[in-house]
């Protein structure tokens, strides 16, 4: 594979391609069907090595960043969006681990996961905040060498599959200011952890966002990502961009399966009257050629804010911002109009390109929603504060 990008890029995008060839593809339909975790798919990402792509090179991972997670994402996702969103997920988890990782953390869960052992995610939605996601009422007590945790999280996807979580609290008071939040690793045994309900999603169906519910949950205080206080700077550092450009590939692979299935529509499907194609006709040719490049020119944002975040450019937020929210109308608009051109076949129950259709539009209501993305991109751009 030549992509233009690096070389081991490459070798990992190959080793996606086959991983989803041979597992992800074959079973994404019973993914979506039966609101199915997809564990087959991530049982080999894992034994291909691909769980590691975001923990250090040193404890045996990839140590790749934004281009990876989202190039990979997006393989998966043109065969199954709740597998790409479970990987992804887990990766994004990863980064913010790896961000300020100690010794313990490092050996503990960064070795687990880049030798495929140990799969993590985040937990950071609540109800009662919505899609201000950087706000958690999850509240921490010290005690002892330990933390108390009580609260409750949602859509933590997932749930009930990862071995750990990353949780986000307001700080103890005995140590911060008030206001002041913290991040930390919940492990899925913590006793007073416990998941609630089962995933039933009108998108994204397999990949378990579930309720947790944290009541006096005791957390070794080790397991405390960097100091008390830190969360806002791991939301916007490391979970902001990491998530972000996940979530971005995703909707890039499903605006890219969108396309392929209105082409293979207009190449194939033959009139018997006339003995001519769909495509024959010129109306059809002008809406697949804007389809095109409306998909070119999302993936080409989407590299461009991955290239710029990985460098560390000044400019590079704003591109990150607009990334989730064009790959994911281009993904709605794309899955839109091969609807249309997939005429009634589409419009089965369970068709594949009616999964498309479901799945991008959960990139609307995700948070940060499409709506909130824009509004911090025009923030972002005139330099004014994103909250």
């Known amino acids: 594979m030549h992509t233009g990008f690096s070389r081991d890029l490459d070798a990992l995008l190959s080793l996606t391609h086959r991983v989803v060839a041979s597992v992800t593809s074959p079973e994404a339909r019973a993914v979506d069907e039966g609101c199915r975790w997809p564990a087959a798919s991530m049982q080999a990402f894992a034994d291909a090595g691909l769980m590691g792509l975001q923990a250090p090179y040193e404890l045996g991972g990839h140590g790749q960043g934004l281009l990876a997670l989202s190039m990979v994402t997006a393989a998966i996702g043109e065969a199954c969006p709740s597998s790409a969103l479970c990987f992804g997920m887990h990766c994004v988890g990863t980064a913010v681990i790896a961000a300020k990782a100690t ?200 590299i461009t804010a991955a290239q710029k975040g990985d460098r560390g450019d000044p400019d590079a937020l704003p591109f990150i911002l607009a990334s989730k929210a064009d790959a994911g109308d281009t993904a709605i608009a794309l899955a839109n109009d091969a609807m249309s051109i997939c005429g009634g076949s589409a419009y089965r129950e369970n068709s594949r390109v009616g999964q498309m259709l479901r799945d991008a539009r959960a990139s609307h209501v995700m948070s940060p929603t499409t709506d909130m993305l824009h509004i911090w991109t025009g923030r972002a751009l005139l330099g004014m504060p994103l909250l």
């Open 103 to 302: 010794d313990f953390q490092r050996e503990r869960y960064l070795r687990a996961i880049a030798e495929g052992r140990h799969i993590t995610t985040l937990a950071l939605s609540e109800s009662g905040t919505g899609a201000h996601f950087y706000l958690p009422a999850t509240r921490l007590t010290r005690a002892g060498d330990d933390y108390l945790v009580d609260g409750s999280k949602q859509f933590v996807t997932n749930g009930g599959h990862a071995d750990s979580y990353v949780v986000s609290s307001i700080a103890s008071e005995a140590q911060c200011e008030r206001g002041d939040f913290s991040c930390l690793i919940v492990d899925a045994d913590t006793p007073g952890a416990a998941f609630h309900g089962d995933w039933q999603g009108f998108g994204m169906r397999g990949n378990s966002s579930r309720s947790l519910r944290l009541e006096a949950a005791r957390v070794p205080a080790t397991n405390l990502l960097g100091a008390e206080g830190d969360q806002v700077w791991y939301v916007f550092e490391v979970v902001a961009p990491y998530f972000l450009m996940a979530m971005a590939g995703t909707y890039l692979g499903i605006a890219k399966s969108a396309l392929d299935a209105a082409g293979e529509q207009l190449r194939n499907r033959r009139f018997e009257h006339s003995g001519t194609v769909l495509g024959d006709v010129e109306t059809m040719q002008t809406r697949y050629a804007a389809m095109w490049t409306a998909y070119q020119k999302s993936k080409a944002l989407v």
